[in-house]
């Protein structure tokens, strides 16, 4: 006993609706996907309670994708659980695309072993959602944000900005997760393409929920996100392909509790091209991409340290990290490049109360971050008494009269040559060569309540960039510039603060 459906034929992007019926409620529903044109062909199920089912990127991933009532039988990206019956929705969109193509989607529904199914890739043992009556469209309702991974309080090495087959990397999540581990990462969040993971194989890293929104003209990861949002072109305000749909995302990615994140903001032909996007709507800026990548080559890193500059000027307490958005397998190389593109190049680090998503998402949203291709760093920064991290607002300390502000930074072992740059309110204010000892130590006044910020930079003996560490500051300034638009124009134009 079962049924099956043919879907497919002739698709003109952006995006259209298909519909099946499924006459009882059966105990797995298999898809067989085929497309002749394979990038960014993208699927997403709809069951008959309007519940999210199944988000899939054709190309990387199996062929033949599984929901099922088992979680233990369901395929990476599903949400398991009842299959109810009723009228189903397939919704198919072919990102950049704009020329029409042939595909097509065999569904089958049933009971039992399923038959013919070659090896599904499955969620893993770490379930994050299952289906519930009721539910909303799709909420991460199984993910522990509290769960410890380490109790103690210090700097913890993550990727911001990762991808397996699941959408267009070549790593399965299990891989993924080995290569995390030799690169002695403690955590990263997944960010597929407009795909969020509904579980992930269970290990000793913690593994953040996350998606990379992803349009031709641009691409925003929202960390830590907890529910699907209407991204699509289905979407009243047209979703991620209009400039206030992209707000719109932007907005509903923030109440869903999601770090937002422009990711390679100056890397053409993946730039952020969305003019009219509130910069209020902005919490990080992915300042150092996959620095393997050919396109990514010194001019791209540097813009987006200047155009943080420039919105740090602006009065905008925005944090810069990093991500790999390694793609490849760690045998490849790009062309140019020494090393491969791998997750944990750069090293994003935070100081976190603990090892859990909570801990880290909020230190997150706290500042307390450096980017790293080689230093491993110590940063005390003291006024008086109080300990301080990256990122504090030293306003009520300092008060209205002067502090002096005691910044060491210490690194794992000696960079002969490299260069500790102290940056404050755009301007290179001192440069100190590490000469014979791993520490830096610069004490400097700040006075008063004025708007003032200080960010540090190392920079290797041919002006390369080796870390970042996100600014201290005191006081506030009115924004005078509000969109993104406004940012590239002023960032072009303004030089000297
Ligand atoms: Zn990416």
Excluded at 395 to 418: E, L, M, P, R, S
Aim: glycine content about 8%.
């Amino acid at each position: 006993m079962g049924i099956q459906h043919k879907i497919g034929g002739c698709f003109r992007p952006p995006e259209k609706n298909y519909r099946f019926f499924l006459d009882c409620n059966y105990e797995w529903i298999t898809f067989n996907v085929y497309a002749d044109e394979p990038s960014w062909f993208m699927m997403l199920i709809w069951d008959s309670s309007g519940v999210l089912r199944l988000q899939y990127l054709y190309g990387k991933a199996p062929n033949t994708v599984v929901i099922h009532n088992d979680k233990n039988m369901t395929s990476a990206a599903a949400l398991p659980g009842k299959i109810p019956a009723g009228e189903w929705r397939i919704e198919v969109s072919g990102i950049g695309k704009d020329s029409s193509f042939n595909f097509c989607i065999n569904i089958e529904g049933g009971f039992g072993k399923i038959k013919n199914l070659e090896q599904p890739q499955l969620i893993g043992d770490d379930l994050w959602a299952t289906y519930e009556p009721n539910m909303e469209l799709f909420i991460i309702n199984n993910y522990d944000w509290d769960k410890k991974y380490n109790q103690n309080k210090g700097w913890y090495k993550g990727d911001f900005h990762t991808h397996t087959n699941i959408s267009d990397g070549k790593l399965t999540p299990h891989e993924l997760l080995e290569q995390a581990k030799k690169q002695n990462l403690d955590f990263f969040v997944t960010t597929e393409h407009n795909i969020i993971h509904t579980g992930f194989p269970k290990s000793n890293i913690l593994v953040i929920p996350g998606i990379e929104i992803t349009d031709l003209k641009g691409h925003f990861n929202a960390i830590g996100i907890k529910k699907w949002i209407d991204w699509t072109y289905d979407s009243e305000d047209g979703g991620i392909y209009t400039e206030s749909g992209m707000n719109r995302v932007l907005s509903e990615a923030g109440t869903a509790c999601a770090i937002r994140s422009i990711n390679h903001p100056n890397l053409a032909p993946w730039s952020w091209e969305f003019k009219e996007t509130l910069l209020e709507n902005i919490d990080t800026i992915e300042i150092w991409n996959d620095p393997t990548f050919p396109g990514n080559n010194f001019m791209a890193t540097q813009q987006a340290l200047e155009l943080w500059d420039v919105l740090w000027r602006d009065g905008y307490n925005i944090w810069g990290i990093g991500g790999s958005d390694a793609h490849n397998f760690p045998s490849e190389r790009y062309d140019g490049s020494e090393l491969p593109s791998i997750i944990g190049d750069p090293g994003t680090f935070v100081f976190s109360d603990s090892l859990c998503a909570t801990s880290i998402l909020k230190a997150v949203s706290m500042g307390r971050i450096y980017v790293s291709r080689g230093p491993i760093m110590e940063i005390t920064i003291k006024v008086g008494d109080y300990v301080l991290y990256p990122g504090c607002d030293l306003t009520d300390i300092i008060g209205i009269g002067a502090k002096q502000i005691y910044y060491k930074i210490k690194v794992n072992k000696f960079y002969k040559g490299c260069t500790v740059v102290w940056i404050e309110n755009r301007v290179i204010v001192e440069k100190q060569e590490f000469l014979e000892s791993c520490e830096i130590l610069r004490c400097f006044l700040w006075k008063g309540k004025t708007y003032k910020w200080l960010r540090v930079e190392i920079r290797d003996r041919n002006n390369r960039l080796l870390a970042f560490v996100n600014p201290i500051y005191k006081g506030t300034r009115n924004h005078k510039i509000v969109t993104w638009g406004q940012l590239i124009e002023t960032s072009g134009g303004i030089k000297v603060d």
